[in-house]
């Protein structure tokens, strides 16, 4: 049994790319992350596994004190986009990663290929289950694909903020 949780709101406005910067949560981050447990079972022995975000640590740390962090579950680098309005970023340059998703990266950040190699590493790698996995939109996304044994789709809608999808 694997449960995915993708951690839940963070103090930035809409419209600010932030992939791999370690925001503060909301300041509902109390009642936010209480929504969240709410929708897991008694886990047991399961074993926790955290993004080493601040964002997604607060969440593992409510389920268990005794959580682990993984870098690889971070989420993709967005480089110099990081921090900016999504309309600030040039227009030419978020055409060129709609064309080539896998293979752009924004100066000074990561490929959707580079994302999935760190991502399919964790997975390769996390034999054990029970598991709870508290990550973000683009790994988690990953995640799942390749726990259903599907194609990685970096397009594919990630799961809220919040939420929990459990797998097996």
Do not use: K
């Not at 022995?45 to 579950?73: G, H, K, N, Y």
């Not at 978020?94 to 998703?101: P, R």
């Not at 508290?134 to 988690?140: F, K, N, R």
């Amino acid at each position: 049994m694997i449960w995915l949780l993708r951690h839940t709101r963070v103090e930035i406005p809409a419209g600010i790319c932030y992939g791999r910067s370690d925001l503060p949560l909301a300041i509902t981050a109390m009642e936010d992350i209480e929504a969240s447990l709410a929708l897991l079972p008694p886990l047991g022995q399961a074993r926790v596994i955290s993004s080493p975000a601040q964002r997604c640590m607060c969440l593992a740390r409510a389920i268990s004190p005794e959580f682990t962090t993984d870098d690889r579950l971070l989420e993709l680098d967005f480089g110099v986009w990081e921090g900016l309005a999504w309309n600030d970023v040039p227009r030419e340059a978020l055409d060129a990663w709609a064309a080539d998703i896998w293979g752009f990266a924004a100066p000074e950040g990561e490929t959707g290929t580079a994302l999935l190699a760190r991502v399919s590493g964790f997975w390769a790698a996390t034999p054990e289950r029970p598991l709870v996995i508290v990550a973000h939109g683009g790994p988690l996304r990953l995640l799942r694909q390749l726990a259903e044994g599907r194609a990685p789709d970096l397009l594919e809608p990630p799961l809220g903020l919040g939420a929990v999808l459990r797998i097996g």
